[in-house]
């Protein structure tokens, strides 16, 4: 009789790395006896953390001080001990060869493993995360030129609309590997690395300056996790500016990879520290702060109180931070190269000096306009919207029952016109240089502007969606809206579009939710047309848009063939009504649907042997119907919106 196979065995213990990160730990054909995670990554495979016995009664606490220090006898394995650097630095048939020449690399500071030696400057006590973090910190040294060049394309793509960094003192602190001795500064400058590298695949490199195959590897998901890893386990112990920060920029490359979950709890950390650092009064910041650190709380500070507005549109939820309960200035409107550690400079006055209007009469500016000027306008747009989303959930706040007191304070009702109109004004007194988007060049202190006058454009079609979703308006009133709304985007260069990224395809859901409710309705001839005209239209500008993008990819092709469904059965439907009319009721002559065949899509032929309809008139085109719920059910976008309390949901799937 044969024998049974022999069951194989699990892996007694698992490294630190894969123990950390919840992942399988395998064995590989390394050289140096790595796992296969630990290999993939080339950082040291070690197994540091102390045994921890199983059926510890509930309740027992290990008091610190009797913990045995690294290196008493009865711990053979030091706790964080830091492997030689020629482990760490070895060769790995899964890297490229790029790492292996940086990892060997002496940093601008001199050897790369005295500040890995260092060890964080943090939290006290004791922590058995010390392996793991050492881990990461190898991981960094090894793609120290990719950190580089990733901070670098940061400036270029995220900054100008996210500017939570002062550009010369971020990249001097990068370049002295700082964030190889300062946690906090490890995880933002991991969360940057994510984000922008998440952006990098989704192709929003514009610049000649770099290629995209040299910036997405290692890929986004292993410097979010350095990032996620770098936090402590009591999140209390976070402290400073930089995991506040670590926090902001984790949430926006959670929206940039499509995790909304991840989205929500970096928010919720980031509004955890900052309630407990008291970010929303400037009286409560250290007093000992300089200059530069002031100004990055500020951007930080009004960025993701803008973040927390458009996150309550898109996804719903409560808006966290309201504009009455924050004492914080505006950043001031100076680029980073005049903001020193010992206060403000101002730059020189040209004779290009900026033209600015009030009214009818031009004022010339002494000093060039800032780009932040724009950025505050922005600001401004996001603050009008925080009054526009109360405005719209007031409608269904009685429907948890409770008894309403806010027509006490607010009596009037906010119109989308008297509102656009203020709004419209405000756009009209900015300079020249924020209403109109020129090309990219290529040349950041002219981008600069081009980015601002592409994200007020955005942020404007965004007010006005939101406003119009409070108010009851017809077929024709929404397809007019929409055409505008599409035309604003399809004038903007698309570089910037591409930039700004996954967020803008929020936006476009906005509008495709506009169209989609038009289609669940009663519609005519006519506006079916309109509708299906302004749905490939928007198709070309999601096709523009999403060239390399990793979550997004295909919607515009799931657009197209949602219209050729619904033109397939317009044109079945065409065909039997032709050729079995129904009994007209009374004698009335019968009613038809006539859709026109030049209008359909290419791919669609149509018989050219079809009878014309007798007695068809105008009144009978009119005529209304409504399409099946089941071709309805495939759009890009989701059409419930039971889970935003009547918000429109932009959120593309």
């Not at 706790?79 to 899964?94: F, N």
């Not at 000027?373 to 401004?380: A, E, K, S």
């Not at 506006?527 to 005209?533: A, D, H, I, L, P």
């Amino acid at each position: 009789m044969s024998q049974k196979p022999r069951k194989l065995q699990r892996v007694s213990k698992a490294c630190d790395f894969c123990n950390r990160r919840s992942i399988k730990c395998g064995k590989s054909e390394d050289p140096l006896g790595r796992c296969q995670n630990c290999a993939d990554f080339d950082v040291p495979c070690t197994y540091d953390r102390p045994a921890k016995r199983r059926g510890v009664k509930a309740g027992v606490k290990v008091n610190m001080r009797e913990t045995p220090a690294p290196g008493v006898s009865g711990d053979p394995t030091p706790i964080g001990r830091v492997p030689a650097p020629e482990r760490a630095s070895g060769s790995s048939a899964s890297r490229s060869s790029m790492y292996q020449e940086t990892a060997s690399q002496p940093s601008l500071t001199g050897d790369p493993w005295t500040s890995f030696n260092t060890g964080w400057s943090t939290t006290e006590g004791y922590d058995d995360d010390g392996a793991l973090r050492n881990s990461w910190k190898a991981f960094a040294i090894s793609s120290d030129q990719q950190i580089r060049n990733l901070v670098q394309v940061y400036f270029e793509i995220v900054y100008p609309i996210f500017p939570l960094f002062h550009k010369q003192s971020f990249i001097e602190r990068i370049n002295n590997q700082e964030h190889l001795r300062n946690q906090g500064l490890f995880a933002s400058t991991m969360a940057v690395c994510a984000l922008v590298s998440g952006r990098a695949r989704d192709g929003a490199l514009y610049s000649t300056r770099w290629r995209r195959e040299e910036l997405i590897e290692p890929p986004s998901e292993a410097f979010y996790a350095a990032a996620k890893d770098s936090f402590p386990r009591d999140l209390a112990l976070a402290k400073g500016f930089n995991y506040m920060r670590a926090c902001a920029i984790l949430a926006i490359a959670s929206i940039q990879n499509g995790q909304i979950k991840n989205l929500q709890k970096y928010s919720g950390m980031y509004h955890t520290l900052t309630t407990m650092e008291g970010l929303h009064d400037e009286k409560l910041w250290p007093k000992d702060i300089g200059t530069i650190e002031t100004e990055e709380r500020r951007r930080l500070f009004w960025s993701i109180y803008t973040l927390d507005i458009y996150a309550s549109i898109v996804w719903g939820g409560i808006i966290r931070y309201r504009e009455a309960h924050s004492l914080v200035r505006y950043p001031s409107e100076v680029d980073d190269e005049f903001i020193t550690p010992h206060g403000y400079g101002l730059p020189p006055v040209s004779p290009d000096s900026s033209t600015l209007s009030h009214g009818d009469t031009p004022i010339v500016s002494r000093q060039p306009v800032s780009w932040m000027h724009g950025w505050n306008f922005t600001t401004d747009l996001y603050r009008i919207l925080e009054h526009v989303v109360d405005g719209t959930r007031r409608r269904f706040s009685s429907a948890n029952g409770t008894t309403e007191v806010w027509s006490l304070f607010s009596p009037a009702s906010m119109s989308e016109p008297t509102v656009m109109e203020r709004v419209h004004s405000m756009y009209a007194a900015l300079p020249p240089q924020f209403r109109e988007t020129p090309p990219t060049t290529g040349d950041m202190s002219k981008d600069l502007f081009g980015f601002q006058s592409a994200n007020i454009q955005a942020t404007l079609q965004l007010l006005r969606m939101v406003l119009l979703s409070a108010e009851e308006i017809g077929v024709d009133r929404k397809c007019d809206v929409a055409g505008e709304l599409l035309s604003v985007f399809s004038k903007v260069p698309v570089e910037y579009l591409k930039a700004i990224s996954s967020p803008l395809l929020h936006h476009l859901g906005g509008i495709g939710y506009i169209l989609g409710s038009v289609m669940e309705g009663s519609l005519s001839d006519a506006s079916y047309q309109r509708v299906r005209t302004l749905l490939l239209e928007m198709a070309d500008l999601l096709h523009r848009l999403e060239t390399g993008l990793h979550r997004s990819a295909g919607a515009s092709q799931r657009l197209r063939s949602q219209v050729d469904r619904i033109d397939g059965y317009m044109r079945t439907s065409r065909l039997v009504n032709f050729s079995v009319p129904p009994p007209p009721p009374n004698g009335a002559s019968s009613i038809q649907v006539n859709i026109k065949p030049e209008a359909m899509v290419p791919q669609t032929v149509f018989p050219q042997s079809d009878p014309t309809p007798v007695g068809a008139s105008v009144g009978d085109q009119m005529m209304q119907f409504q399409l099946p719920p089941e071709l309805l059910t495939n759009w890009p976008w989701p059409l419930d919106n039971s889970h935003s309390e009547g918000f429109l949901p932009l959120a593309f799937e």
